[in-house]
């Protein structure tokens, strides 16, 4: 099938995440440093950030800018919960990984792809969408697993390096904030019957909204009984702990021929757990923008409603960073891409963002 399915996907993006996510304006950031590695014969990776769940398409517009096709590894839960995944991941370039547990498997086919073949390999390092977009989280190591290795074979076959491009994803909204948000405030306010006098301003009114969400289910209620099914101790942050629960679930999954909606719903049940983990009110009260509000309150209509009306238009922009020159030894090879990649974000979140008036 070769290129023909990933060139079909790369005319359609923009329409797609039009249509889906509002992004009607995208631009492309640092190219000649993606261009001057893939002209070296370089085995490459890009590593961005992951706040959105349109960040796993979007990425591919560094490919269509790029004048790529890479390759792309995605968590098995992506798989297990969407259909459509399943059947366009593989045909479009893509590979599944166990994220949470040890799939030597994947990493096996990432370290081969890095290796020998001329195309990019894209990974999102934090393992997880964050929900913050101008937050980084910490870095999983398999990046830097992988950078290693391919680094290793590549030396020893004379082949030119490995490298590490961070890639950082940012969004701005640029249509109108108040037409965007009040109906949505206004629905969320009714679904949780916060009835009486409505506090004046728009970050008070959203505060109360978290408040409720918040107060209404508690994290423990979400775990504690999938770590009694699935023997597991309830301790660790929030991510550890879902982190531990995936792994169980995944892993039952790969191997079970049985009926899986069980596993979807405890999958999606530890998912839940994460996101109101995300919920922080800090994260508006210290940088009052319009993009963390509108970010807040999409979190919080997914929350309660499943799902979340696109607003329009958004901007999407995508930096590629210098190239992170990776040797077998290099030890510190996580902390680097981790540095570069929030240094990145940091600078498009100070040129982007709109402070709220």
């Given at each position: 099938?070769?290129?023909?399915?990933?060139?079909?996907?790369q005319?359609?993006?923009?329409?797609?995440?039009?249509?889906?996510?509002?992004?009607?304006?995208?631009?492309?950031?640092?190219?000649?440093?993606?261009?001057?590695?893939?002209?070296a014969?370089?085995?490459?990776?890009?590593?961005?950030?992951?706040?959105?769940?349109?960040?796993?398409?979007?990425?591919?517009?560094?490919?269509?800018?790029?004048?790529?096709?890479?390759?792309?590894?995605?968590?098995?839960?992506?798989?297990?919960e969407?259909?459509?995944?399943?059947?366009?991941?593989?045909?479009?370039?893509?590979?599944?990984?166990?994220?949470?547990?040890?799939?030597?498997?994947?990493?096996?086919?990432?370290?081969?792809?890095?290796?020998?073949?001329?195309?990019?390999?894209?990974?999102?390092?934090?393992?997880?969408?964050?929900?913050?977009?101008?937050?980084?989280?910490?870095?999983?190591?398999?990046?830097?697993?992988?950078?290693?290795?391919?680094?290793?074979?590549?030396?020893?076959?004379?082949?030119?390096g490995?490298?590490?491009?961070?890639?950082?994803?940012?969004?701005?909204?640029?249509?109108?904030?108040?037409?965007?948000?009040?109906?949505?405030?206004?629905?969320?306010?009714?679904e949780?019957?916060?009835?009486?006098?409505?506090?004046?301003?728009?970050?008070?009114?959203?505060?109360?909204?978290?408040?409720?969400i918040?107060?209404?289910?508690?994290?423990?209620?979400?775990?504690?009984?999938?770590?009694?099914k699935?023997?597991h101790?309830?301790?660790?942050?929030t991510y550890?702990?879902?982190?531990?629960?995936?792994?169980?679930?995944?892993?039952?999954?790969?191997?079970?021929?049985?009926?899986?909606?069980?596993?979807?719903?405890d999958?999606?049940?530890?998912?839940?757990?994460?996101?109101?983990?995300?919920?922080q009110?800090?994260?508006?009260?210290?940088?009052?923008?319009?993009?963390?509000?509108?970010?807040?309150?999409?979190?919080?209509?997914e929350?309660?409603?499943?799902?979340?009306?696109?607003?329009?238009?958004?901007?999407?922009?995508?930096?590629?960073?210098?190239?992170?020159?990776?040797s077998p030894?290099?030890?510190?090879?996580?902390?680097?891409?981790?540095?570069?990649?929030?240094?990145?974000?940091?600078?498009?979140?100070?040129?982007?963002?709109?402070?709220?008036?």
């Amino acid at each position: 099938m070769g290129l023909r399915v990933p060139s079909i996907l790369q005319r359609i993006l923009p329409w797609y995440m039009n249509r889906k996510y509002g992004i009607e304006h995208w631009e492309v950031r640092g190219v000649s440093r993606l261009r001057k590695s893939v002209n070296a014969g370089k085995g490459i990776i890009l590593a961005p950030n992951h706040s959105r769940d349109s960040d796993s398409l979007g990425i591919g517009f560094v490919g269509i800018a790029g004048r790529v096709h890479p390759h792309f590894m995605a968590g098995w839960h992506v798989i297990l919960e969407n259909g459509l995944q399943k059947f366009v991941i593989p045909r479009a370039g893509g590979f599944s990984v166990l994220r949470e547990g040890g799939d030597r498997k994947s990493i096996r086919i990432a370290t081969n792809l890095v290796t020998h073949d001329s195309r990019p390999l894209i990974v999102f390092p934090e393992g997880h969408v964050t929900r913050m977009n101008d937050r980084l989280a910490d870095l999983q190591n398999g990046v830097a697993l992988i950078a290693r290795q391919a680094a290793r074979r590549r030396k020893s076959k004379a082949n030119p390096g490995t490298t590490v491009h961070p890639v950082a994803i940012k969004y701005r909204f640029e249509g109108d904030f108040g037409h965007a948000i009040r109906p949505k405030l206004a629905r969320l306010e009714r679904e949780l019957d916060l009835s009486g006098t409505t506090p004046s301003g728009d970050v008070p009114r959203l505060e109360r909204i978290r408040e409720a969400i918040v107060g209404k289910i508690e994290i423990d209620d979400l775990l504690l009984p999938l770590e009694k099914k699935w023997r597991h101790p309830n301790s660790g942050s929030t991510y550890d702990r879902v982190r531990r629960l995936r792994t169980s679930i995944l892993s039952h999954a790969l191997k079970s021929k049985k009926s899986q909606g069980d596993l979807c719903r405890d999958l999606k049940t530890s998912t839940k757990a994460l996101q109101l983990a995300s919920l922080q009110p800090e994260y508006l009260a210290e940088a009052p923008t319009v993009e963390r509000y509108m970010e807040t309150l999409d979190n919080l209509t997914e929350d309660v409603f499943g799902e979340i009306n696109t607003d329009r238009p958004w901007r999407m922009v995508l930096e590629i960073g210098e190239p992170i020159e990776v040797s077998p030894e290099h030890k510190n090879l996580g902390k680097a891409i981790h540095g570069a990649l929030k240094t990145q974000l940091a600078a498009l979140t100070a040129e982007l963002n709109q402070p709220l008036s």
